[in-house]
């Protein structure tokens, strides 16, 4: 009877977690969900490529994959929506751009890099920043 009133209570304990794991989903490796910071851009002016640092843009993407950004000038505009996610590629629709843009993107050890469609090439890398919920 003993053991199972210790299991019972393991598992209320368990069971009355504050947040369910959301928090531990958000600040996931494996998922676009949660706070970003953009550290560099990938730009060229005319000549070669390189990455260069960016300034301190934040967009933070939603469970239901809208985000909202600290900037109205950012290449994601203000807000907008996140569609067809998969592994490797998203669509971006924003009020910034008359069509939806499609992008790859990689993440990998708190790092996202997403990939626009432009002539250059385009990109931007950024880290997440800590859930402070």
Not at 1 to 16: D, G, H, Q, R
Not at 54 to 74: E, F, P, R
Not at 77 to 91: A, M, P, Y
Not at 112 to 131: A, D, H, M, Q
């Amino acid at each position: 009877m003993k053991i199972i009133t210790v299991a019972f209570m393991i598992l209320a304990f368990t069971a009355c977690n504050k947040n369910n794991g959301v928090d531990e989903f958000i600040d996931s490796d494996t998922t676009i969900i949660g706070k970003w910071s953009e550290y560099e851009n990938y730009i060229s002016p005319g000549t070669a490529w390189y990455w260069q640092s960016s300034n301190n843009i934040v967009v933070q993407v939603n469970s239901d994959l809208s985000y909202a950004s600290n900037n109205d000038n950012y290449f994601w505009g203000r807000n907008g929506k996140i569609e067809n996610l998969t592994d490797s590629t998203f669509v971006l629709k924003s009020p910034v751009f008359a069509s939806a843009v499609n992008c790859n993107y990689k993440l990998k050890d708190g790092v996202l890099e997403v990939w626009y469609p432009c002539i250059e090439g385009c990109g931007s890398r950024f880290k997440r920043k800590p859930n402070t919920n």
